[in-house]
């Protein structure tokens, strides 16, 4: 059973459009991330949630909206998508509220790589 | 905020010497410091991480340890084999318990073993 799924696996789409990525994970954490990973593979935290809240939200454009219907999924929406967009989005999720152990490891899903044209 | 570097950006080695990646964070408030590793077209995962209370960990041909003092962190892999070839990423926490967590990460090492 794969733990952190996503989909599509790719994505290509015309500038403009607006698209989403899926992201579901079945390990019963109560947070989950967005990561984006750019051409040099630089892993930059775009979102998390924690217990269907957002709890952090970096400078990323409000193009870029997570949508939560469950503590299994965390969505991310994208609006008007621009070429700066293209890179592989990463969906991630960790248990926060533990003891001991390695409570906050994140685990990853295999990624969609965007790209926009 | 945190951040963090990574040291070197590419690392080639032959197969069975050691490997090396070393990362500097700024953030004292930090205590949690992960190393995860990215093969092609796959997503990072966890190899090894340690906490500020601890100053060496080892599983198997993977140490790592932390110098809080000087904040820098380091991974060890010992016996390296062609399997080893890939992007290593560090990361620094700031946060304990419960609550909202941050990861950042430095921007990877790409490991290369040589046969």
């Known amino acids: 059973d794969t733990a952190v799924s996503q989909t599509p696996k790719y994505l290509v789409t015309q500038m403009g459009n607006d698209k989403s990525i899926k992201c579901e994970q079945n390990?019963?954490?109560?947070?989950m991330y967005w990561y984006k990973q750019d051409s040099k593979k630089f892993l930059k935290i775009m979102f998390s949630?924690?217990?269907?809240?957002?709890?952090i939200n970096e400078t990323v454009p409000n193009r870029f909206s997570p949508k939560s219907p469950d503590k299994a999924h965390l969505n991310l929406h994208i609006n008007s998508l621009e070429l700066g967009d293209s890179a592989v989005y990463f969906c991630?999720?960790?248990?926060?509220?533990?003891?001991?152990?390695?409570?906050?490891?994140?685990?990853f899903g295999p990624g969609t790589r965007l790209t926009v044209l | 905020g945190e951040n963090v570097e990574q040291h070197p950006s590419t690392l080639s080695v032959q197969e069975g010497d050691s490997a090396v990646i070393k990362c500097t964070y700024s953030?004292?408030?930090?205590?949690?410091f992960p190393w995860y590793k990215q093969e092609l077209g796959k997503g990072p995962q966890l190899i090894i991480d340690?906490?500020?209370?601890?100053g060496e960990k080892k599983d198997q041909r993977i140490a790592v340890t932390l110098n809080k003092t000087a904040k820098h962190f380091s991974l060890h892999i010992t016996e390296t084999q062609p399997e080893d070839s890939a992007v290593y990423f560090c990361?620094?926490?700031?946060?304990?318990?419960?609550?909202?967590?941050?990861?950042?990460f430095g921007k990877g090492t790409k490991l290369s073993v040589i046969p």
């Open positions: 390990l019963g954490h109560d947070t």
């Open positions: 949630y924690n217990n269907k809240e957002l709890i």
């Open positions: 340690i906490r500020s209370n601890v």
């Open positions: 991630a999720s960790s248990q926060e509220s533990g003891l001991g152990g390695s409570y906050n490891e994140q685990f």
């Open positions: 953030d004292s408030a930090s205590n949690y």
């Open positions: 990361a620094a926490n700031p946060y304990s318990g419960a609550g909202s967590y941050q990861l950042t």
